[in-house]
Structure formats: structure tokens, C-alpha cells
């Protein structure tokens, strides 16, 4: 157990310390919002990677391979075309735009494309985005509660109260800075851990066959990319569910935030490489942990949550505690802490960030001092972290059976519909309006809610909703409304407006790319 300790303190000691020299760089709103815009590739790909990936990837999809086996690799393929999307196809012209109106937010971004009249989109949004990052960090919290339960035998209460504080304390500290740089961290953490656990184990346990024989003897569906009972309609609805994952790297504003914060778009044509291999490499091995887990503890008729754990999400540290010496399980107790806390820094600096940027100053105190600003994000930061806790621990008592991945996915999914629909139109179609905007918005946020408490428990129907679970069909809906509204009312004056500017940004990189200095500027 000492061993255990001792690679804790020391991780917690790294965040701190980073915290610490990130504090010294805050002397404004912007720095402690978007870091001054000053990332570089390396901080901006492993920051934006482990704050998609959060508690959900080390617990939550490690049992879900345990749970489905092959199926889950559905998983790994959406959230890899999820983020190649947003890094080949979206990146480099959302940089553009924010840097032409200086925004400091995502919400800056919606306020200035649309070119709004009225503070309304500001307001609705940040409304949102406040109460689904809420439920969002409330899940990281509580995924903190269960790892310090499951690896070192804590009361739950009391290990999410630590999580809570240290996380709460460099945020606090350092702002979006403290949150990049802590990333980068976790991110390297992540990536070891993951990587090695499943190649370590794969070698002690000998060649693929025996394995797959195994898995097939244990449950043929585990080895079936389709699932138990190979292709149904049912199982198709899982897939879809599964696959489509990775749409909430399309415009979620704590990921989108690392775009606004890197340093040019020199730095996204390297970035977008590191994010992908990242990916792949972190999504694929949490996957396989599962499956070689199910095939080491469980046999035929044993059913992986009596054994594993509820949403077999204890799969993780079992088959760590089989592969290594008590030293190196320290080590991955630190990654699981480092994807949750990498995903609760982010939420809160964006979410406090919001609050007091686009709320409070633009609307009721634009003459706010940049001093005065940062040190209310401070207290708004403290208080959002509390009442997320309450949250954690209020769903604990109130739903025992609740599994990290599924409570997760209800908080990405609800920031994923009410933001990425709007952020993809606002892109990539002039004819789009603050209007249909606004209502893409709302109807990605209600859907969000009426799939996962009314549509699921329909007669008949109910079931596929649950499979599909609550990102499809929300998503769909408001890309569908913010299309439809378009048609309808239409501004061709904004249209004009936001032709012209995208005509004058390619012109720039045109020039750009022709000067003669093009080659020292960008090697």
C-alpha cells in the first residue's frame, strides 16, 4: 500500500507544482481563460484529447469491452473519425474566425458570427453549457469517488472530496493554463498506462488464439463485431450509438477552447497528427484491457458484473493488480485520477469562464477590470466545483446502479447536440442565422433530456432509444432545426456579410502562402 501512496503524492505533487508556475503567468482575463493564446501543438493536441476522453475511457469503456468484447471497438472508430473531423476539417477556419473577432470564448465566436442584436443567443448559451458541464464534472467526480473506493478501499465520500480539492486548487490557482499544462501531464500519464497494461498482459497470458478460443468459449458474442447474436436490428442500434461517439469532438466548447488558446495555425497542422495517433492508441488499448480482462476473470455462465463490478468498470484495476507489482498499480491509480481530473480542469475554467466573461461583463458590467474579472472566475470557479460534488453525491444515493460510462455519456452528449450542430452550420454555411441558431440550440438541449427520460421508457420503441442512447437522435434533431429554421427565415444580409469575411481570410492565407518568407515562417 505504501507504494501505492507514495505514486500518488508524487502525481499530486506534479499537478500542484504545475498549478504553481501557471499562477505566475495570470495577469488578465485572457490568460486566465484562454492562456494568452499562447499553446503550443504538443499542449494543445494532449489537452484537448484528455479532456474529450475523461473518466469514461479508463473505466467506463474499459468495461465496456469487457462487457460486449469485439463490439466495443465500434467505440474506437467513431471517436477516431470524431476527431480527425474536428482537427482536418474544422480546425484551422474556426482559429481563423476567432482570431479575426478576438474572441475569448466559444460563445464570443456564436456572438460575433451571427453578428447578434440582442443578448439572447449569449445568455441561452451559456445557460446550457453551464448545466451540462455541471452534470459533466458531477460524473468526473463521482468516477473519482469510485476509483479511490476501488484501489485503495476509501469510503467513496472520501475520495471524492479529495479529488475535489485538488482539482479545485490548481484550477483556481492557474486557470486555462494550469488546466493545458496539467493535461499535457495526465495525458502522457494516460497514454503510458494505457498502452502498456494491455501489451504487458497480452504477452503474459500467450498467443492470440488461445484468447480468442477463449472469449468465443466464454460467450461467441464477445468475438462478434455485431454483438451477441450477430447482426440484428437491436445490435445495429448499439453500434450506431457506440459509433457515433466521437461527434462530440465537432464543437464542445471545452474542447473547442483549445483551438482559440493555440498559438496559429502552423501549430493545428502538427497538432492534428499527435491528436489522431493519440486517440487510436489510448481508445484501442482501453478496448482491449476489457476484452483480455473478461477473458482472464470470467468463464462461461459467470456474468462480468458480479465479477467486475457494476458496468464491469472495476476491469481496469483487477487486471492491473494481476499484471504488475503494487508499485507500478500507484502508477494507474495516478492515470485514472488523470483522465478525470484532466476533463473536471477543463469544465470548470470554461464553465467559470463563461459565467463571468460572458455573462457578467459583457451583459451587466463591461467596464469590469481585467483584474477584477479574474478574481471573480476564481470564486465562481470554487463555486461551481461545490455544487458539482453535491450533484456527485447526490446521484450516488440516488441511483446505486448507475454505471461512469452511461453517466458520462448523458453530460457529453447533452454539451455535444446543443453545441456542435450550431458550431458546424455557423462554419460551414453562410446562409445560417442567429435564429436557427437559437433553436438548434434549445432542441439539442431538450432532446438531450426527452431521449434519455421519456423516449427510452416508451412501449415497443423505448429499448432501441436506449441503445441508440442519447446522442443520435438529440444531435440529429438539432441539426435538422437549425436547417429548417434557416429555410425559412432567412438573412441574406448576414450571409453577405459572412461571405465576405470568409472570402478576405482565404485571401490572407493565399498572400501568405505566396511571400516570400513563406518558408522560414512556417518551417
Known sequence: MFEKYAMIILY????????????????????????????????AAFSAQATGESAWLLLGLTGMG?????????????????????????????????????????????VARFKAKSHLLRVLSAIALSVFV???????IDATGSAFETFL???????????????????????????????MFQGAVMLLCLTLLPAVAFLALGNAGSIYSGLAAIDPGLVNLWGSGGFT????????????????????????????????ENQIDRGKWVAVVFTLLVDFSAVSIGVLGRY????????????????????????????FPPWIVGLYVAAVLSAIMSTVSSLLVMAAGSITHDLYEKIYNPMLSDSDAARMCRRITLLLAGLALGVAVLVSVLSPERTIFWFVIFGWAGIAATFCPMIILSLFWPRFTERAAIASMLTGFFMTIISKFLLQELDGVGEYFIALETMPPSFLSALLVGYVVTLMWPDEQLEASYRAELNSLDGAEQNVALSPGTVSQTG
Request: hydrophobic share 55%.
Open 12 to 43: 499530486f505533487g506534479v499537478l500542484m507544482f504545475l498549478g504553481y508556475l501557471a499562477s505566475r503567468r495570470i495577469h488578465s482575463m485572457k490568460d486566465f481563460v484562454v492562456g494568452g493564446k499562447s499553446l503550443g501543438f504538443w499542449v
Open 66 to 110: 469487457a462487457m460486449v468484447g469485439f463490439s466495443a471497438y465500434w467505440v474506437v472508430l467513431g471517436e477516431l473519425l470524431g476527431v480527425a473531423a474536428m482537427w482536418f476539417l474544422m480546425a484551422k477556419r474556426f482559429k481563423r474566425l476567432t482570431d479575426k473577432y478576438d474572441s475569448m470564448t466559444v460563445i464570443d465566436y456564436l
Open 134 to 140: 455541471l452534470i459533466y464534472i458531477s460524473a468526473q
Open 153 to 183: 478501499q476509501w469510503e467513496y465520500l472520501t475520495g471524492a472530496v479529495v479529488g475535489f480539492v485538488i482539482v479545485a486548487t490548481y484550477c483556481i490557482a492557474g486557470g486555462f493554463l494550469a488546466a493545458a499544462w496539467t493535461d
Open 233 to 264: 436490428l437491436m445490435n445495429l442500434a448499439v453500434v450506431i450509438g457506440m459509433g457515433l461517439i466521437g461527434l462530440g469532438f465537432l464543437g464542445s466548447p471545452q474542447v473547442f477552447a483549445r483551438l482559440i488558446a493555440i498559438r496559429s
Open 296 to 323: 482472464v476473470f470470467t468463464e462461461a455462465g459467470v456474468e462480468p458484473d458480479s465479477v467486475l463490478g457494476n458496468g464491469a468498470q472495476n476491469v481496469l484495476p483487477e487486471l492491473v493488480e494481476y499484471t
